[in-house]
């Protein structure tokens, strides 16, 4: 064998070996477990019983049941099914960022579109300057504002009910994934 084909070889051998991200499509995930070890089996027979919105999907591991979404807010219908079904012997982990690991290891970043009232701008702004957010086009008009970011989804859990909280219920927000980049602590890097 030659030098080059040996080399083939071995990126071949190392591509083997990497996993790929299942459902790298949800990038957030909630894991769900029941207090009593012996009524697991239940809960993960939720698989093939419940049927999730499409932004949702529940995935069956020998200790817990994971609902995997597009989006936080995605994640709450399902899960509060379960807890309406098992009740308090159901352990709910918060959500989790669902990160493709490998070298470098990437996260998910998330596009928001947001619109709401004009006087409520400046602070949804210092907001999402604090979340390492990068706006990409801001239209106001008629006192109204249009904001179209982008920020990492660590940056965001919690962020639809920090942003009702923020527009007092009056700012509409999209989130969907947008990308997957390595991860860095220099924002302006992304």
């Known amino acids: 064998m030659t030098p080059r084909s040996l080399a083939r070889l071995d990126v071949h051998r190392g591509a083997r070996h990497r996993v790929a991200m299942m459902h790298a499509e949800c990038p957030i995930e909630q894991a769900l477990y ?24 529940l995935i069956a591991d020998p200790k817990r049941l994971r609902v995997l979404g597009r ?6 219908e399902p899960v509060a099914a379960m807890r309406k079904r098992y009740g308090p012997s159901l352990i709910v982990e918060p959500p989790a960022v669902r990160y493709a690991h490998g070298a470098p290891v990437l996260e998910p970043y ?19 300057a604090r979340r390492r957010s990068r706006i990409s086009r801001l239209h106001q008009h008629r006192g109204r504002f249009i904001l179209e970011a982008e920020a990492p989804l660590a940056d965001l859990l919690g962020y639809a009910d920090r942003v009702d909280a923020l527009g007092h219920g009056q700012i509409d ?12 602590d220099d924002p302006d890097a992304a």
Do not use: F, N
């Not at 989006?71 to 709450?76: D, I, P």
């Not at 709401?116 to 701008?121: H, T, W």
């Not at 927000?173 to 860095?184: E, F, G, Q």
């Open 71 to 76: 989006t936080e807010r995605a994640l709450s």
């Open 173 to 184: 927000l999209s989130l969907w994934l947008s990308r997957y980049a390595p991860i860095d």
């Open 110 to 128: 998330m596009r928001l579109l947001m619109c709401g009232p004009g006087e409520r701008l400046r602070v949804v702004q210092k907001d999402l």
């Open 34 to 57: 029941m207090a009593d070890p012996h009524a697991q089996h239940g809960l993960l027979e939720e698989i093939w019983q419940a049927r999730p919105a499409d932004s949702a999907l």
